[in-house]
């Protein structure tokens, strides 16, 4: 399973990037889009080829034209890459191919344990899944990890996580993963994960060219994606906008909508049991919808001001249901789209809802590699 990593030339990300935003296409096309030769691109695409990274597909015949097109894609048989999302007590594994189709998504309960005993047990789990899904001799490009909470140093090694998960804030995790799995590892905070999951299989790619997505979790937060990048910020706190909702007053996230249902009676301890025992409290959950829906209007707002996005979306592990009728509070609500987007080609749009439900953090994470080996240049 361990494999030397292998550097793309610039021109080789360039058309990886093309087809991963636009689509399967021709060897003529991309010359013309890329703006380079003919015989350039059928060197660049012998070698893709030879690498298994991008594939031919049946060709096409042109009304008018004798000889057929053969469009390129990206290549499921490229490799694949581990991701994982860490919450209280709740492990979610994600492997995702090298054209990110979704090869395993599985969950399971875990103990509390220290960064180290984590990282033994996630070694074993991946050897496992490798097994079961025949990938042993694949490439694997590495492995991401999602954690709850913004980052505390500029290079990703230290995070700030929440208080359920002891010994991991400001341990050195990345280190720690790293010399556990023998593997390239990245670490992303789980707001930006699911939005690159979103970006990448959520349709988002090629829909616009800067996203926002607010994930309701334990916590609240957004990831942005712009022009094929997460937007990190200057210490990787970009999106970090729970400090709008101090953590000592009611806040728009799945712990505090359990939390208001305990209050008023309701048998429910975790998403576990959630859609077993809410009959009954429909009006608490339309009371805490109208509240968290009013809470998240400014945030939509600033975000509309700030970055211009093509698209903004909730993204939960909270019921579809939950999440659509917030999304529809929020489209009736007084959203400040301003002259410059209502008049814009792009128009207005309504917040929507991702269709990934609770495994975007999940998928983004394995998706952490393999982003960052044809990132946009």
């Not at 097109?69 to 209280?88: E, F, M, Q």
């Not at 070694?123 to 492995?143: C, T």
């Not at 929440?162 to 790293?178: C, M, Q, S, T």
Request: aromatic share 6%; hydrophobic share 45%; net charge negative.
């Amino acid at each position: 399973m361990r494999h030397r990593p292998f550097t793309l030339l610039d021109e080789e990300r360039r058309l990886l990037w093309q087809l991963r935003t636009v689509g399967p296409q021709s060897r003529s096309a991309l010359a013309e889009t890329l703006q380079i030769s003919n015989s350039a691109i059928s060197k660049l695409t012998k070698a893709l080829i030879g690498q298994a990274l991008i594939e031919e597909l049946p060709a096409e015949a042109l009304a008018g034209r004798g000889r057929p097109t053969v469009p390129l894609r990206i290549s499921p048989a490229g490799g694949y890459a581990v991701g994982l999302a860490i919450y209280a007590g709740l492990l979610e594994i994600a492997l995702v191919d090298y054209a990110g189709g979704v090869v395993s998504l599985t969950s399971e309960n875990i103990d509390p344990v220290d960064p180290h005993l984590f990282a033994r047990h996630v070694d074993r789990r991946i050897q496992e899944l490798a097994i079961k899904h025949r990938l042993l001799g694949s490439r694997l490009y590495g492995v991401g990890f999602s954690v709850p909470g913004p980052s505390l140093s500029r290079d990703g090694n230290r995070w700030h996580i929440v208080r359920n998960l002891p010994g991991w804030k400001d341990a050195p995790l990345r280190e720690i993963f790293a010399e556990a799995l023998r593997l390239p590892v990245w670490i992303e905070n789980d707001a930006a994960a699911a939005a690159l999951a979103e970006y990448y299989l959520g349709g988002l790619i090629r829909r616009c060219t800067t996203a926002v997505v607010i994930l309701l979790g334990h916590g609240v937060g957004a990831g942005i994606v712009h022009e094929g990048k997460l937007m990190r910020g200057e210490s990787g706190g970009a999106g970090e906008i729970g400090m709008f909702y101090p953590g000592n007053q009611p806040r728009p996230t799945t712990l505090d909508l359990i939390a208001t249902l305990q209050a008023a009676g309701c048998a429910v301890e975790s998403l576990a049991n959630f859609a077993e025992v809410i009959a009954g409290f429909e009006s608490v959950v339309d009371q805490w919808m109208d509240r968290a829906a009013n809470q998240l209007l400014q945030t939509i707002n600033s975000a509309l001001a700030w970055f211009d996005p093509g698209a903004i979306r909730l993204t939960s592990p909270l019921p579809a249901t939950i999440m659509h009728g917030l999304a529809d509070r929020l489209n009736r609500q007084a959203i400040t789209w301003g002259d410059h987007i209502a008049d814009s080609d792009k128009g207005r749009y309504d917040i929507d809802v991702s269709q990934l439900g609770g495994a975007g953090s999940a998928l983004g994470a394995a998706l952490l590699p393999i982003h960052d080996s044809i990132e946009r240049v």
